[in-house]
């Protein structure tokens, strides 16, 4: 184990798992994702350069393998005029996030789900081996 | 289970257990509270009111039962001019969740650690009863 | 003028009047409350706490004189079950700002603009005397 | 002027000057870029991907004609291990920013100011042709 997770390990109770750790480490970039980024202007042209610094800058959290964030197009303006933009928001945005701590790795998601009218974080599968 | 957490549920991989999903729902809030609130205009006299608003408005995502917020006011500068207050940063920033999933009970935290100039978020104690 | 306003004013140009910067100042707000506080949880019960937090912290900011936030009620959610909230966003919100410097006076707002679809900041009245 | 404008006009003063509302806003991108961008996860290798995206994306807000990030790098770490990140804060950010209305041209500008341990926002130079 690295020297500085060493340190970060004496925070955590003795009885938390790879398992719990590796969603634990997910579900933050999670929340992290959608507080920090919704608001951000956007237009079609933007797409992929948002896309890009979400990947990559949330990509640095600890424990994070890959991220992958789709914006919905059919909802964005091209910009046209002045005033002929959005602003990212959560019915925006969906996020699909692997974590991984030791040998466990999770795989969650983030989507709008419309009967819930809601954007739902979830785990979609937890992989040990 | 009530209607709305069952339409959610079947986001979820059926290996999901109530211990997973508590830790996952406290550390969404972990993430969340940091990215949001960062950067608000503070001073000493309004500690109080931000720490209420933090704990009442992330109270309400997703099965946390409990949030406590700490903001260490030595950092904080007692309004005297005009330029005189700062912005939340997370090393003024502690944070205390507790987030409950069926009968397990999750104890998250957030603390700046010196030793790695970091704001550690961490799991303190999973109880299973 | 104050001793830190002293050394503000040499950032600025020798050419910026008092009625340039008391809407500088006034348009700073606006941006800032947008970008800060959009993403918030919110329920009806917590319109009033939000209210407050947002009129008080961002009043800090310099020559603020007055902030007033309206948040549409009928677009939010009375918390009923566990994903039954919304989080602020522009077209929920409306503001009222005076910012003064020296003895100019600047009423400021924003509001969502149907026609725009587009939460638009305005100068309402610039008041010297 | 276009016919979205002409709809935002409405909302303005009639006294609002050419002038005015090239101040109004460009400050309203300072105010925005502040409260959007801080938080965001960075190291030095980081630094010209967010650059680039506070340009663009804000730079599409109404009546922005240029927008040059500077990000301090030697305030970042240079990603060695999980916690060795930094989060950006205003101290680290300096920003120029041209507005223009009409044919008046507005040069604003934001950098953390020492001797008020401040991120001071201000005008450098206004331009009316």
């Known amino acids: 184990m690295e020297k500085f997770e060493a340190i970060a390990k004496k925070y ?10 590796a969603i634990f480490e997910g579900a933050i970039t999670l ?4 507080h920090q980024f919704t608001g951000i202007p956007i237009t079609k042209e933007l797409v992929p350069l948002i ?22 197009e059919d909802t964005l303006r091209s910009y046209d005029h002045t005033y002929d933009y959005s602003v990212l928001t959560g019915d ?14 999770v795989h969650l998601g983030m989507k709008h789900v419309k009967e819930l009218d809601f954007p739902l974080m979830f785990i979609k599968k937890i992989e040990e081996s």
Do not use: C, H, W
């Not at 955590?12 to 750790?21: A, L």
């Not at 929340?31 to 959608?34: R, Y």
């Open 12 to 21: 955590f109770g003795t009885e938390v798992s790879d398992r719990d750790r």
């Open 31 to 34: 929340g992290a994702i959608f």
């Open 51 to 72: 896309k890009e610094t979400i990947e990559k800058t949330m990509g640095i959290q600890p424990f994070i393998k890959n991220i992958n964030v789709n914006i919905s």
């Open 92 to 105: 925006k945005l969906e996020l699909e996030i692997i974590s991984q701590y030791g040998d466990t790795q």
